[in-house]
Protein backbone atom coordinates (compact mmCIF):
# COMPACT_ATOMS: atom_id res chain seq x y z
CA UNK A 1 0.00 0.00 0.00
CA UNK A 2 1.22 3.63 -0.75
CA UNK A 3 1.47 6.12 1.40
CA UNK A 4 -0.15 9.02 -0.58
CA UNK A 5 -3.45 8.65 -1.30
CA UNK A 6 -4.92 7.82 -4.62
CA UNK A 7 -8.65 8.24 -4.63
CA UNK A 8 -10.05 4.65 -5.23
CA UNK A 9 -7.27 2.89 -3.31
CA UNK A 10 -7.89 1.34 -0.50
CA UNK A 11 -5.51 2.04 2.48
CA UNK A 12 -4.50 -0.16 5.68
CA UNK A 13 -4.62 2.18 8.58
CA UNK A 14 -3.94 0.56 11.97
CA UNK A 15 -4.93 -2.75 11.33
CA UNK A 16 -8.14 -1.89 9.10
CA UNK A 17 -8.92 -1.90 5.21
CA UNK A 18 -10.16 1.57 4.47
CA UNK A 19 -11.87 1.77 0.85
CA UNK A 20 -12.23 5.34 -1.11
CA UNK A 21 -14.40 6.61 -3.62
CA UNK A 22 -12.20 6.51 -7.07
CA UNK A 23 -14.26 9.86 -8.23
CA UNK A 24 -13.33 12.09 -4.78
CA UNK A 25 -10.66 9.98 -2.08
CA UNK A 26 -13.55 10.13 0.11
CA UNK A 27 -13.40 7.19 2.50
CA UNK A 28 -16.40 4.99 2.04
CA UNK A 29 -16.16 2.08 4.76
CA UNK A 30 -13.90 0.87 7.14
CA UNK A 31 -13.10 -2.52 8.34
CA UNK A 32 -11.14 -4.89 10.15
CA UNK A 33 -8.59 -6.86 8.04
CA UNK A 34 -8.92 -10.72 9.32
CA UNK A 35 -5.50 -12.27 10.07
CA UNK A 36 -4.98 -16.47 8.80
CA UNK A 37 -6.42 -16.92 12.61
CA UNK A 38 -9.44 -14.99 12.12
CA UNK A 39 -10.13 -16.11 8.88
CA UNK A 40 -9.63 -19.82 10.01
CA UNK A 41 -12.12 -18.99 12.99
CA UNK A 42 -14.90 -17.49 10.59
CA UNK A 43 -14.72 -21.11 8.97
CA UNK A 44 -15.07 -22.79 11.88
CA UNK A 45 -17.80 -20.74 13.25
CA UNK A 46 -19.56 -20.82 9.97
CA UNK A 47 -18.83 -24.85 10.06
CA UNK A 48 -20.68 -25.05 13.51
CA UNK A 49 -23.33 -22.84 12.29
CA UNK A 50 -24.30 -25.48 9.11
CA UNK A 51 -26.36 -28.22 11.46
CA UNK A 52 -28.65 -25.47 12.65
CA UNK A 53 -28.88 -24.07 8.98
CA UNK A 54 -29.37 -27.42 7.50
CA UNK A 55 -32.13 -28.11 10.22
CA UNK A 56 -34.18 -25.56 8.93
CA UNK A 57 -34.64 -27.38 5.71
CA UNK A 58 -36.08 -25.57 2.22
CA UNK A 59 -38.83 -24.35 3.79
CA UNK A 60 -37.34 -22.62 6.74
CA UNK A 61 -34.19 -21.58 4.90
CA UNK A 62 -36.80 -20.56 1.79
CA UNK A 63 -38.31 -18.16 4.27
CA UNK A 64 -35.20 -16.34 5.48
CA UNK A 65 -33.74 -15.89 1.91
CA UNK A 66 -36.94 -14.35 0.96
CA UNK A 67 -36.56 -12.10 3.74
CA UNK A 68 -33.11 -11.15 2.73
CA UNK A 69 -34.71 -10.52 -0.44
CA UNK A 70 -36.84 -8.04 0.85
CA UNK A 71 -34.51 -6.32 2.60
CA UNK A 72 -32.53 -5.91 -0.17
CA UNK A 73 -35.47 -4.53 -2.80
CA UNK A 74 -36.66 -2.20 0.62
CA UNK A 75 -33.15 -0.92 0.67
CA UNK A 76 -32.12 -0.63 -2.90
CA UNK A 77 -31.76 3.20 -3.13
CA UNK A 78 -29.01 2.94 0.37
CA UNK A 79 -27.10 -0.02 -1.36
CA UNK A 80 -26.95 1.02 -4.50
CA UNK A 81 -25.40 4.46 -3.18
CA UNK A 82 -22.94 2.65 -1.13
CA UNK A 83 -21.79 0.90 -4.12
CA UNK A 84 -21.70 4.19 -6.38
CA UNK A 85 -19.68 5.48 -3.18
CA UNK A 86 -17.19 2.70 -3.03
CA UNK A 87 -16.60 1.79 -6.75
CA UNK A 88 -17.32 5.02 -8.77
CA UNK A 89 -20.30 2.90 -10.64
CA UNK A 90 -23.13 5.22 -11.77
CA UNK A 91 -26.20 5.01 -9.50
CA UNK A 92 -28.83 3.82 -12.25
CA UNK A 93 -26.05 1.19 -12.99
CA UNK A 94 -25.88 0.21 -9.32
CA UNK A 95 -30.04 -0.51 -9.19
CA UNK A 96 -29.65 -2.18 -12.36
CA UNK A 97 -27.33 -4.90 -10.49
CA UNK A 98 -29.06 -4.81 -7.54
CA UNK A 99 -32.16 -5.82 -9.11
CA UNK A 100 -30.52 -9.08 -10.76
CA UNK A 101 -29.00 -9.70 -7.50
CA UNK A 102 -32.79 -9.81 -5.98
CA UNK A 103 -34.30 -12.14 -8.23
CA UNK A 104 -31.48 -14.30 -8.03
CA UNK A 105 -32.09 -14.85 -4.56
CA UNK A 106 -35.69 -15.06 -5.38
CA UNK A 107 -35.35 -17.68 -7.72
CA UNK A 108 -32.92 -20.11 -5.68
CA UNK A 109 -34.79 -19.89 -2.37
CA UNK A 110 -38.03 -20.69 -4.11
CA UNK A 111 -36.28 -23.83 -6.76
CA UNK A 112 -33.61 -25.11 -4.03
CA UNK A 113 -36.06 -28.22 -3.15
CA UNK A 114 -37.38 -28.95 -6.28
CA UNK A 115 -33.50 -29.23 -8.03
CA UNK A 116 -32.13 -30.86 -4.99
CA UNK A 117 -34.46 -32.33 -2.77
CA UNK A 118 -34.99 -36.26 -2.68
CA UNK A 119 -36.76 -37.65 -5.24
CA UNK A 120 -36.90 -41.14 -6.83
CA UNK A 121 -34.81 -41.97 -10.23
CA UNK A 122 -36.04 -44.57 -12.66
CA UNK A 123 -34.14 -47.89 -12.35
CA UNK A 124 -33.59 -50.04 -15.87
CA UNK A 125 -33.97 -53.90 -16.20
CA UNK A 126 -30.49 -54.33 -15.47
CA UNK A 127 -30.96 -53.65 -10.96
CA UNK A 128 -35.36 -53.59 -11.70
CA UNK A 129 -35.79 -55.16 -8.02
CA UNK A 130 -33.59 -51.37 -6.62
CA UNK A 131 -34.99 -48.32 -6.74
CA UNK A 132 -33.21 -45.29 -6.96
CA UNK A 133 -32.88 -42.47 -5.26
CA UNK A 134 -31.04 -38.88 -5.90
CA UNK A 135 -30.42 -35.87 -3.65
CA UNK A 136 -27.95 -32.78 -3.30
CA UNK A 137 -26.56 -32.44 -0.18
CA UNK A 138 -25.04 -29.25 1.38
CA UNK A 139 -20.66 -29.55 0.99
CA UNK A 140 -20.69 -27.56 4.65
CA UNK A 141 -18.84 -24.28 4.38
CA UNK A 142 -18.60 -22.46 1.19
CA UNK A 143 -15.65 -19.86 0.46
CA UNK A 144 -17.19 -17.40 -1.51
CA UNK A 145 -14.55 -14.55 -3.46
CA UNK A 146 -15.01 -11.74 -5.04
CA UNK A 147 -14.10 -9.21 -7.91
CA UNK A 148 -14.86 -5.16 -7.17
CA UNK A 149 -17.08 -4.88 -10.84
CA UNK A 150 -20.22 -6.46 -9.44
CA UNK A 151 -20.20 -6.16 -5.81
CA UNK A 152 -23.82 -7.07 -5.36
CA UNK A 153 -24.44 -9.24 -8.30
CA UNK A 154 -21.16 -11.39 -8.06
CA UNK A 155 -21.05 -12.53 -4.63
CA UNK A 156 -25.10 -12.79 -4.44
CA UNK A 157 -24.79 -14.97 -7.11
CA UNK A 158 -22.60 -17.57 -5.59
CA UNK A 159 -23.99 -17.21 -2.20
CA UNK A 160 -27.29 -17.12 -2.39
CA UNK A 161 -27.56 -20.08 -4.11
CA UNK A 162 -25.18 -21.97 -1.98
CA UNK A 163 -27.35 -20.82 1.07
CA UNK A 164 -30.70 -22.11 -0.64
CA UNK A 165 -28.53 -25.12 -0.62
CA UNK A 166 -27.80 -25.32 2.53
CA UNK A 167 -24.37 -24.47 3.17
CA UNK A 168 -22.72 -21.96 5.45
CA UNK A 169 -21.14 -19.17 3.30
CA UNK A 170 -17.34 -16.77 3.88
CA UNK A 171 -17.60 -13.99 1.87
CA UNK A 172 -14.00 -12.57 1.17
CA UNK A 173 -14.97 -9.23 -0.63
CA UNK A 174 -12.47 -7.60 -2.88
CA UNK A 175 -10.45 -5.25 -1.41
CA UNK A 176 -11.88 -2.15 -3.14
CA UNK A 177 -15.51 -2.95 -2.17
CA UNK A 178 -15.26 -4.60 1.70
CA UNK A 179 -18.34 -2.58 2.65
CA UNK A 180 -20.19 -3.15 0.18
CA UNK A 181 -19.42 -7.36 0.85
CA UNK A 182 -20.17 -6.14 4.83
CA UNK A 183 -23.47 -4.48 3.83
CA UNK A 184 -24.45 -8.33 2.59
CA UNK A 185 -23.92 -10.03 5.49
CA UNK A 186 -24.89 -7.02 7.95
CA UNK A 187 -28.54 -7.18 6.20
CA UNK A 188 -28.55 -11.13 6.00
CA UNK A 189 -27.80 -11.17 9.41
CA UNK A 190 -31.02 -8.80 10.44
CA UNK A 191 -32.87 -11.88 8.73
CA UNK A 192 -30.72 -14.95 10.04
CA UNK A 193 -29.44 -13.33 13.73
CA UNK A 194 -29.39 -16.72 15.70
CA UNK A 195 -26.55 -18.30 13.87
CA UNK A 196 -23.10 -17.25 11.76
CA UNK A 197 -24.07 -18.54 8.81
CA UNK A 198 -23.04 -15.66 6.30
CA UNK A 199 -19.97 -14.01 7.08
CA UNK A 200 -17.10 -11.85 5.96
CA UNK A 201 -13.72 -11.75 6.25
CA UNK A 202 -12.02 -8.70 4.67
CA UNK A 203 -8.51 -8.03 3.60
CA UNK A 204 -5.79 -8.32 0.88
CA UNK A 205 -5.59 -11.07 -1.88
CA UNK A 206 -3.72 -12.99 1.42
CA UNK A 207 -7.27 -13.49 2.81
CA UNK A 208 -8.48 -15.00 0.03
CA UNK A 209 -5.58 -16.86 0.11
CA UNK A 210 -5.63 -18.10 3.36
CA UNK A 211 -9.94 -18.78 3.07
CA UNK A 212 -8.58 -21.52 0.17
CA UNK A 213 -6.69 -23.01 2.94
CA UNK A 214 -9.21 -22.97 5.58
CA UNK A 215 -10.59 -26.33 5.54
CA UNK A 216 -13.87 -24.71 3.80
CA UNK A 217 -15.77 -27.71 1.70
CA UNK A 218 -15.39 -25.43 -1.74
CA UNK A 219 -14.44 -22.47 -3.22
CA UNK A 220 -16.47 -20.05 -5.35
CA UNK A 221 -14.15 -18.16 -7.16
CA UNK A 222 -15.11 -14.79 -9.02
CA UNK A 223 -12.37 -12.92 -10.47
CA UNK A 224 -9.64 -12.76 -13.07
CA UNK A 225 -8.00 -15.78 -14.68
CA UNK A 226 -4.43 -14.92 -13.05
CA UNK A 227 -5.83 -15.16 -9.39
CA UNK A 228 -8.11 -18.06 -10.53
CA UNK A 229 -4.64 -19.94 -11.41
CA UNK A 230 -3.62 -19.36 -7.96
CA UNK A 231 -6.92 -20.04 -5.84
CA UNK A 232 -7.24 -23.30 -7.92
CA UNK A 233 -3.33 -23.99 -6.83
CA UNK A 234 -3.86 -22.95 -3.16
CA UNK A 235 -7.10 -24.99 -3.14
CA UNK A 236 -5.59 -28.25 -5.02
CA UNK A 237 -2.99 -28.70 -1.50
CA UNK A 238 -6.15 -30.21 -0.09
CA UNK A 239 -8.48 -31.09 -3.32
CA UNK A 240 -11.55 -28.46 -2.18
CA UNK A 241 -13.28 -28.20 -5.08
CA UNK A 242 -13.30 -25.18 -6.74
CA UNK A 243 -16.00 -23.42 -8.84
CA UNK A 244 -14.19 -20.52 -11.19
CA UNK A 245 -15.98 -17.43 -12.91
CA UNK A 246 -13.07 -16.04 -14.68
CA UNK A 247 -12.48 -13.12 -17.20
CA UNK A 248 -13.56 -12.87 -20.54
CA UNK A 249 -13.35 -10.75 -23.92
CA UNK A 250 -16.47 -11.63 -25.21
CA UNK A 251 -17.39 -10.79 -28.55
CA UNK A 252 -20.38 -9.56 -30.25
CA UNK A 253 -21.07 -9.96 -34.09
CA UNK A 254 -23.42 -8.00 -36.20
CA UNK A 255 -24.94 -10.00 -39.17
CA UNK A 256 -26.18 -8.29 -42.29
CA UNK A 257 -29.68 -8.39 -41.44
CA UNK A 258 -29.42 -6.91 -38.26
CA UNK A 259 -31.41 -3.74 -37.22
CA UNK A 260 -28.47 -2.01 -36.60
CA UNK A 261 -30.11 1.10 -34.75
CA UNK A 262 -31.31 -1.83 -31.71
CA UNK A 263 -27.31 -3.46 -32.58
CA UNK A 264 -25.81 -0.56 -31.83
CA UNK A 265 -28.05 0.60 -28.83
CA UNK A 266 -26.73 -2.84 -27.50
CA UNK A 267 -23.60 -2.37 -28.37
CA UNK A 268 -22.64 0.54 -26.95
CA UNK A 269 -24.80 -0.51 -23.43
CA UNK A 270 -22.78 -3.93 -23.34
CA UNK A 271 -19.44 -2.88 -23.64
CA UNK A 272 -19.93 0.75 -21.93
CA UNK A 273 -21.96 0.23 -18.49
CA UNK A 274 -19.89 0.07 -15.64
CA UNK A 275 -17.72 1.93 -17.68
CA UNK A 276 -16.90 -1.28 -19.60
CA UNK A 277 -15.67 -2.77 -16.22
CA UNK A 278 -17.42 -6.18 -16.80
CA UNK A 279 -16.77 -9.65 -17.36
CA UNK A 280 -18.95 -10.58 -19.88
CA UNK A 281 -19.13 -6.62 -21.60
CA UNK A 282 -18.81 -6.52 -25.02
CA UNK A 283 -14.93 -5.54 -25.93
CA UNK A 284 -14.94 -6.74 -29.50
CA UNK A 285 -17.45 -6.52 -32.53
CA UNK A 286 -16.88 -8.36 -35.87
CA UNK A 287 -19.76 -6.34 -38.10
CA UNK A 288 -20.07 -7.96 -41.66
CA UNK A 289 -19.07 -6.09 -44.50
CA UNK A 290 -21.87 -4.41 -46.04
CA UNK A 291 -23.21 -2.95 -43.06
CA UNK A 292 -19.85 -1.59 -41.35
CA UNK A 293 -20.53 1.86 -42.23
CA UNK A 294 -23.38 2.15 -41.15
CA UNK A 295 -22.98 0.12 -37.70
CA UNK A 296 -19.95 2.28 -37.13
CA UNK A 297 -21.77 5.31 -37.30
CA UNK A 298 -24.67 4.44 -35.07
CA UNK A 299 -22.45 3.45 -32.54
CA UNK A 300 -20.25 6.55 -32.77
CA UNK A 301 -23.12 8.90 -32.59
CA UNK A 302 -24.58 6.75 -29.20
CA UNK A 303 -21.07 6.38 -27.87
CA UNK A 304 -20.26 9.99 -28.37
CA UNK A 305 -23.42 11.45 -26.51
CA UNK A 306 -22.69 9.37 -23.24
CA UNK A 307 -21.68 11.20 -20.42
CA UNK A 308 -18.83 10.90 -17.84
CA UNK A 309 -18.01 12.35 -14.62
CA UNK A 310 -18.78 11.64 -11.05
CA UNK A 311 -22.53 11.97 -10.32
CA UNK A 312 -25.35 11.51 -12.63
CA UNK A 313 -23.41 10.70 -15.55
CA UNK A 314 -23.40 7.38 -17.44
CA UNK A 315 -20.18 6.49 -17.16
CA UNK A 316 -17.88 6.92 -13.90
CA UNK A 317 -14.70 6.59 -12.86
CA UNK A 318 -12.46 3.70 -13.55
CA UNK A 319 -12.69 1.90 -10.05
CA UNK A 320 -8.77 0.05 -9.87
CA UNK A 321 -6.64 3.17 -10.32
CA UNK A 322 -3.93 0.81 -11.96
CA UNK A 323 -6.55 0.03 -14.67
CA UNK A 324 -6.27 3.49 -16.45
CA UNK A 325 -2.62 2.35 -17.33
CA UNK A 326 -3.88 -1.24 -18.81
CA UNK A 327 -6.59 1.17 -20.94
CA UNK A 328 -3.99 3.78 -22.30
CA UNK A 329 -1.71 0.81 -23.09
CA UNK A 330 -4.64 -0.77 -24.96
CA UNK A 331 -5.75 1.77 -27.21
CA UNK A 332 -2.24 3.27 -27.69
CA UNK A 333 -1.40 -0.28 -29.16
CA UNK A 334 -4.77 -0.37 -30.93
CA UNK A 335 -3.67 2.86 -32.94
CA UNK A 336 -0.09 2.48 -33.19
CA UNK A 337 -0.65 -0.91 -34.82
CA UNK A 338 -2.93 0.35 -37.40
CA UNK A 339 -6.11 0.80 -35.68
CA UNK A 340 -8.38 4.26 -36.12
CA UNK A 341 -10.05 5.98 -33.16
CA UNK A 342 -13.07 7.36 -34.91
CA UNK A 343 -14.19 8.29 -31.29
CA UNK A 344 -11.88 8.93 -28.40
CA UNK A 345 -8.47 7.76 -28.70
CA UNK A 346 -5.41 8.19 -26.22
CA UNK A 347 -6.54 11.94 -25.21
CA UNK A 348 -9.82 10.16 -24.07
CA UNK A 349 -7.70 8.32 -21.18
CA UNK A 350 -8.11 11.15 -18.19
CA UNK A 351 -7.66 9.72 -15.19
CA UNK A 352 -9.27 8.70 -13.48
CA UNK A 353 -11.91 9.16 -16.11
CA UNK A 354 -11.85 7.40 -19.52
CA UNK A 355 -14.06 8.71 -22.28
CA UNK A 356 -16.13 6.32 -24.95
CA UNK A 357 -13.50 5.05 -27.58
CA UNK A 358 -14.42 3.37 -30.60
CA UNK A 359 -11.30 1.97 -32.51
CA UNK A 360 -11.72 -0.01 -36.07
CA UNK A 361 -9.69 -1.83 -38.13
CA UNK A 362 -7.70 -3.01 -35.49
CA UNK A 363 -5.12 -5.77 -36.01
CA UNK A 364 -6.22 -9.63 -34.31
CA UNK A 365 -3.03 -9.64 -32.90
CA UNK A 366 -3.12 -6.47 -30.95
CA UNK A 367 -3.41 -6.50 -26.76
CA UNK A 368 -6.72 -4.43 -27.26
CA UNK A 369 -8.24 -7.69 -28.83
CA UNK A 370 -6.35 -10.24 -27.07
CA UNK A 371 -6.82 -9.54 -23.47
CA UNK A 372 -9.36 -7.87 -21.35
CA UNK A 373 -9.24 -4.06 -21.29
CA UNK A 374 -12.06 -3.23 -18.82
CA UNK A 375 -12.81 0.42 -19.85
CA UNK A 376 -15.11 2.08 -22.23
CA UNK A 377 -13.56 1.03 -25.19
CA UNK A 378 -14.82 -0.84 -28.22
CA UNK A 379 -12.95 -2.49 -31.22
CA UNK A 380 -15.25 -3.15 -34.27
CA UNK A 381 -13.82 -4.94 -37.25
CA UNK A 382 -14.51 -5.82 -40.88
CA UNK A 383 -15.27 -9.28 -41.65
CA UNK A 384 -16.28 -10.75 -45.12
CA UNK A 385 -19.33 -13.02 -43.20
CA UNK A 386 -20.37 -14.49 -40.33
CA UNK A 387 -18.30 -17.23 -40.24
CA UNK A 388 -15.38 -15.41 -40.65
CA UNK A 389 -17.12 -13.47 -37.30
CA UNK A 390 -17.55 -16.56 -35.20
CA UNK A 391 -13.66 -17.82 -36.25
CA UNK A 392 -12.53 -14.16 -34.93
CA UNK A 393 -14.68 -15.13 -31.85
CA UNK A 394 -13.43 -18.06 -30.77
CA UNK A 395 -9.84 -17.27 -31.60
CA UNK A 396 -8.79 -16.10 -27.66
CA UNK A 397 -9.06 -18.91 -24.96
CA UNK A 398 -11.48 -16.78 -23.34
CA UNK A 399 -14.94 -18.08 -23.49
CA UNK A 400 -18.06 -16.16 -21.18
CA UNK A 401 -20.19 -14.72 -23.04
CA UNK A 402 -21.15 -13.22 -26.41
CA UNK A 403 -24.04 -11.11 -28.77
CA UNK A 404 -25.45 -11.56 -32.26
CA UNK A 405 -27.17 -9.31 -33.97
CA UNK A 406 -29.13 -10.68 -36.62
CA UNK A 407 -32.39 -12.66 -38.20
CA UNK A 408 -31.82 -15.54 -40.23
CA UNK A 409 -29.06 -17.11 -38.86
CA UNK A 410 -28.81 -15.07 -35.18
CA UNK A 411 -29.67 -17.85 -33.13
CA UNK A 412 -27.35 -20.51 -34.96
CA UNK A 413 -24.38 -18.09 -35.46
CA UNK A 414 -25.04 -18.05 -31.44
CA UNK A 415 -24.37 -21.43 -30.85
CA UNK A 416 -21.22 -22.17 -32.59
CA UNK A 417 -19.70 -19.16 -30.24
CA UNK A 418 -17.12 -21.28 -28.31
CA UNK A 419 -18.50 -19.42 -24.98
CA UNK A 420 -20.82 -20.48 -21.91
CA UNK A 421 -23.39 -17.99 -22.46
CA UNK A 422 -24.61 -15.54 -25.71
CA UNK A 423 -27.41 -13.58 -26.29
CA UNK A 424 -29.28 -12.92 -29.22
CA UNK A 425 -30.49 -9.25 -30.61
CA UNK A 426 -29.28 -7.98 -26.78
CA UNK A 427 -25.85 -8.31 -24.91
CA UNK A 428 -25.70 -8.91 -21.18
CA UNK A 429 -29.34 -10.46 -20.53
CA UNK A 430 -28.70 -14.15 -19.73
CA UNK A 431 -26.71 -12.52 -16.76
CA UNK A 432 -29.97 -11.46 -15.11
CA UNK A 433 -32.48 -14.85 -16.24
CA UNK A 434 -32.37 -16.72 -12.74
CA UNK A 435 -33.21 -19.66 -14.57
CA UNK A 436 -30.20 -20.08 -16.99
CA UNK A 437 -26.34 -21.11 -15.86
CA UNK A 438 -23.97 -18.68 -15.71
CA UNK A 439 -20.43 -19.34 -16.38
CA UNK A 440 -17.61 -19.59 -19.30
CA UNK A 441 -15.56 -22.31 -20.95
CA UNK A 442 -11.63 -22.11 -21.24
CA UNK A 443 -9.46 -19.29 -19.39
CA UNK A 444 -13.29 -17.86 -18.72
CA UNK A 445 -13.40 -20.82 -15.83
CA UNK A 446 -16.02 -23.57 -15.23
CA UNK A 447 -18.70 -24.49 -13.28
CA UNK A 448 -22.07 -22.59 -12.66
CA UNK A 449 -24.26 -20.04 -11.05
CA UNK A 450 -27.33 -19.29 -11.33
CA UNK A 451 -30.20 -21.50 -12.57
CA UNK A 452 -30.49 -25.17 -11.97
CA UNK A 453 -26.80 -26.49 -12.67
CA UNK A 454 -26.14 -23.51 -10.01
CA UNK A 455 -27.95 -24.65 -7.13
CA UNK A 456 -26.22 -28.24 -8.12
CA UNK A 457 -22.83 -26.87 -7.80
CA UNK A 458 -23.06 -26.30 -4.38
CA UNK A 459 -25.06 -29.78 -3.48
CA UNK A 460 -22.71 -33.19 -3.42
CA UNK A 461 -24.59 -35.07 -5.28
CA UNK A 462 -25.97 -38.65 -3.56
CA UNK A 463 -27.07 -41.29 -5.01
CA UNK A 464 -28.92 -44.43 -3.22
CA UNK A 465 -30.38 -47.40 -4.64
CA UNK A 466 -33.12 -49.06 -2.31
CA UNK A 467 -33.69 -53.01 -2.77
CA UNK A 468 -37.45 -53.18 -3.64
CA UNK A 469 -37.40 -57.38 -4.18
CA UNK A 470 -35.75 -60.20 -4.38
CA UNK A 471 -33.12 -60.55 -7.55
CA UNK A 472 -33.91 -62.98 -10.18
CA UNK A 473 -30.64 -62.75 -11.92
CA UNK A 474 -28.31 -62.40 -8.74
CA UNK A 475 -25.33 -61.06 -9.87
CA UNK A 476 -23.65 -59.15 -7.27
CA UNK A 477 -23.24 -61.89 -4.85
CA UNK A 478 -20.70 -64.57 -4.24
CA UNK A 479 -23.50 -66.47 -3.86
CA UNK A 480 -24.21 -66.95 -7.48
CA UNK A 481 -24.35 -70.13 -9.32
CA UNK A 482 -22.67 -70.84 -12.50
CA UNK A 483 -26.53 -71.04 -13.62
CA UNK A 484 -27.25 -67.90 -12.48
CA UNK A 485 -24.13 -65.99 -14.72
CA UNK A 486 -25.21 -68.36 -17.52
CA UNK A 487 -29.22 -67.08 -17.40
CA UNK A 488 -27.55 -63.33 -17.11
CA UNK A 489 -25.64 -63.96 -20.68
CA UNK A 490 -28.81 -65.11 -22.21
CA UNK A 491 -30.81 -62.32 -20.80
CA UNK A 492 -27.89 -59.47 -22.14
CA UNK A 493 -27.62 -61.29 -25.37
CA UNK A 494 -31.69 -60.51 -25.93
CA UNK A 495 -31.48 -57.15 -24.15
CA UNK A 496 -28.08 -55.06 -25.78
CA UNK A 497 -27.16 -58.59 -28.59
CA UNK A 498 -28.67 -56.83 -31.50
P1 LIG B 1 -8.91 -10.33 -8.96
O1 LIG B 1 -8.65 -11.66 -9.54
O2 LIG B 1 -7.80 -9.37 -8.83
O3 LIG B 1 -9.55 -10.49 -7.49
C1 LIG B 1 -10.69 -11.27 -7.25
C2 LIG B 1 -10.74 -11.63 -5.78
O4 LIG B 1 -9.68 -12.54 -5.47
C3 LIG B 1 -10.53 -10.44 -4.86
O5 LIG B 1 -11.35 -10.56 -3.72
C4 LIG B 1 -9.08 -10.56 -4.50
O6 LIG B 1 -8.74 -9.93 -3.31
C5 LIG B 1 -8.96 -12.06 -4.35
N1 LIG B 1 -7.58 -12.55 -4.39
C6 LIG B 1 -6.46 -11.92 -4.83
N2 LIG B 1 -5.38 -12.74 -4.72
C7 LIG B 1 -5.83 -13.90 -4.21
C8 LIG B 1 -5.21 -15.15 -3.88
N3 LIG B 1 -3.92 -15.36 -4.06
N4 LIG B 1 -5.98 -16.14 -3.37
C9 LIG B 1 -7.31 -15.96 -3.21
N5 LIG B 1 -7.96 -14.80 -3.50
C10 LIG B 1 -7.23 -13.79 -4.00
O7 LIG B 1 -10.11 -9.71 -9.82
P2 LIG B 1 -10.73 -8.27 -9.73
O8 LIG B 1 -11.24 -8.04 -8.35
O9 LIG B 1 -9.78 -7.30 -10.32
O10 LIG B 1 -12.01 -8.43 -10.67
C11 LIG B 1 -11.98 -8.24 -12.03
C12 LIG B 1 -11.90 -9.58 -12.74
O11 LIG B 1 -13.01 -10.36 -12.38
C13 LIG B 1 -11.97 -9.44 -14.24
O12 LIG B 1 -11.05 -10.32 -14.85
C14 LIG B 1 -13.38 -9.87 -14.56
O13 LIG B 1 -13.56 -10.35 -15.87
C15 LIG B 1 -13.60 -10.93 -13.55
N6 LIG B 1 -15.02 -11.15 -13.33
C16 LIG B 1 -15.57 -12.33 -13.74
C17 LIG B 1 -16.93 -12.53 -13.60
C18 LIG B 1 -17.55 -13.82 -14.00
O14 LIG B 1 -18.64 -14.08 -13.54
N7 LIG B 1 -16.93 -14.65 -14.83
C19 LIG B 1 -17.81 -11.49 -13.05
C20 LIG B 1 -17.12 -10.31 -12.64
C21 LIG B 1 -15.77 -10.17 -12.79
P3 LIG B 1 -8.15 -8.43 -3.38
O15 LIG B 1 -9.18 -7.60 -4.09
O16 LIG B 1 -7.99 -8.09 -1.96
O17 LIG B 1 -6.87 -8.53 -4.18
Redesign the pocket.
Known amino acids: MTAVRVPGL ?1 IIEAGQLVSTSPATGAEAGRLPIATAADVQQAVDRARAASEWWVGLGFTGRRQRLLRWRALLAQRIEQLAELVHVEGGKPVADAIVEIVTAIEHIDWAARNARRVLGPRRVRSRLILAEFSGHLEYQPHGVVGV ?6 PV ?2 PV ?1 SAAYALAAGNTVVL ?5 TPATGQWLVDSFAEVVGEQPVFTAVH ?7 A ?2 RSGVDKIA ?8 R ?2 MA ?1 CAESLTPVLI ?4 KDAMIVDSDANLDAAAEACVWGGMTNAG ?4 GIERVYAVDPIFDAFVDKVVAKASRLTVGPEGTDIGPIT ?1 PS ?1 VDVIRRHIEAAVSSGGRAVLGGPSAVQPPYVHPTVLVDVPEDSAAIRE ?1 T ?1 GPTLTINRVRDADEAVARANALSYG ?1 GGSVFGRRRAVSIAGRLRSGMASVNSTLTFAGMSTLP ?3 TGD ?2 FGR ?1 HGEDGLREFGRTKATTRRRARSLLPSMTFERTPADVARLVKAIKVLYGR
Do not use: H, R
Open positions: PIGPWNYFTGKPSEYGLGDVGALCFTGSTATAKVAEGGGQTCIMQEFLFGGSGI
